[in-house]
């Protein structure tokens, strides 16, 4: 995950001690007290897929679960402890995920509440959850807690917000901008270099070799690629500026390649296939905005539309939206000014996948997408994938013939 440069610095400090506290295996629950009320409960549920709250006591320690079952047809001000379910299965923190996969599926829970030696709530783990833990490996420090990167851009004291990132533990800096070929941006990644940073520096985006060799030597490790390809950006319908995904990634990363350095590919992702070619055209890793945007834990309220479906509300960095509050604290001329100019949506309804509603969800899709593709190309690793992977044209026809057929053509 990489922190948005428009964060308060205090803000980004409190998430990355946040994020470097969790649980490598339990997931972050829902806590409840007994007195809270069933409208709180209901505010909160749809911010995790597994759609369950821990009611806890005053020494932390679990006395009841609620979910959405448990809340139906009650009135919105009864308080949880009429309402919970208090017959608990706990789990101890440091349990096997195999050993917990197999205790919830003997007691036939979908979840359980796990806790410390003190008896104090650690954390929830479902069934799909310890699975999960016996097939991925969480990217991690040197202290073995999660990584995480936040971004800077190329104006004001850039200088100052790197050293203030970098101070609060990030893992990665990225420099970020639309368009990173620009003298500011050399400029802002030698301001970078100078503070001798001990992470790995990603600058972009960029979409040709050129932009990826000046980026590389100004000091950049990493070079984003992308320009037009979000789902929340207009760039290329207001502009003409942009290239398609998957030759810019091509070219870029055959670039980086010659240097010893690397390319992400940031935007355009919006199937496991996507994410696929990225890695086949040469990138290391592979951004994912919008898409993960229409999931439960994703930020914002969950709503549904005029069909009952559930959606989050999204919009693009560059919108109208997001500029009104980048600039809250300029004058209101500087404010107005700016707000005529945009390149993004303001408002779009990312639909939550009935069958994958959680960011787990997709990655399992993403995921078994990804393991599929290397075997058809027969390769171990990314690597070799992109190694062995044959690059070819495909018509519109072709594509289409590609697609699964929800219904017969009769």
């Known amino acids: 995950m990489v922190i948005p440069q428009d964060i308060p610095i205090d803000v980004v400090t409190d998430v990355i001690s946040w994020v470097k506290d969790r649980h490598l295996v339990l997931d972050t629950p829902i806590v409840l007290a007994p007195h809270q009320t069933v409208a709180d409960a209901l505010a909160l549920l749809p911010k995790r897929a597994h759609n369950a709250g821990v009611v806890v006591d005053e020494h932390h320690r679990p006395v009841g679960v609620v979910t959405d079952r448990d809340l139906t047809g009650v009135d919105r001000f009864t308080q949880l402890e009429a309402v919970m379910s208090k017959d608990l299965l706990l789990l101890d923190a440091d349990i096997d995920p195999r050993e917990a996969f197999n205790t919830l599926d003997t007691a036939n829970r979908r979840y359980a509440p796990a806790v410390d030696k003190e008896g104090r709530l650690a954390g929830i783990l479902t069934r799909k959850g310890a699975l999960r833990a016996t ?3 969480p990217a991690t420090d040197a202290n073995g807690r999660l990584r995480i990167a936040a971004a800077v851009g190329i104006n004001r004291d850039v200088a100052g917000k790197a050293r203030q990132l970098l101070e609060a533990g990030v893992d990665t800096l990225v420099i970020d901008t639309a368009h990173g070929h620009q003298e500011s ?5 030698k301001l970078v270099r100078d503070l001798d940073p001990r992470v790995p520096v990603v600058a ?3 979409v040709s070799a050129e932009g990826v060799r000046d980026l ?5 490790d990493i070079v984003k690629v992308g ?3 979000g789902a929340m950006c207009t760039t290329r319908m207001m502009t003409g500026v942009g290239r398609p995904q998957f030759s810019a990634v091509l070219e870029c990363a055959a670039e980086a390649r010659k240097h010893g350095k690397h390319v992400w590919a940031d935007g355009g992702i919006r199937h496991p296939r996507d994410v696929a070619m990225a890695l086949a055209a040469g990138a290391s890793n592979v951004m994912i905005g919008s898409w993960f945007a ?4 994703s930020p914002g309220d969950l709503q549904h539309d005029a069909d009952g479906r559930p959606y989050k509300e999204s919009f693009g960095m560059a919108s109208a939206r997001a500029v009104r509050h980048r600039t809250a604290d300029e004058s209101a001329y500087d404010r107005a000014r700016k707000a005529l100019f945009e390149e993004g949506i303001s408002t779009s309804r990312m639909f939550l996948d009935p069958e ?3 960011v787990e969800d997709l990655i399992d899709s993403i995921v078994a997408g990804v393991r599929s593709a290397c075997t058809y190309a027969g390769a171990a690793t990314l690597e070799e994938f992109a190694e ?3 690059v070819g044209v495909q018509s519109a026809a072709g594509y289409a013939e590609g697609k699964p057929l929800h219904a017969s053509w009769n």
């Not at 941006?185 to 990644?189: G, P, R």
């Open 135 to 137: 097939l991925y490996t």
């Open 185 to 189: 941006m050399i400029n802002a990644i």
């Open 204 to 206: 972009g985006n960029v």
């Open 216 to 220: 590389i030597e100004a000091g950049a």
């Open 227 to 229: 320009v037009g390809p």
């Open 294 to 297: 229409g999931t439960y834990e």
């Open 356 to 358: 994958r509603p959680g």
């Open 388 to 390: 062995k992977a044959v």
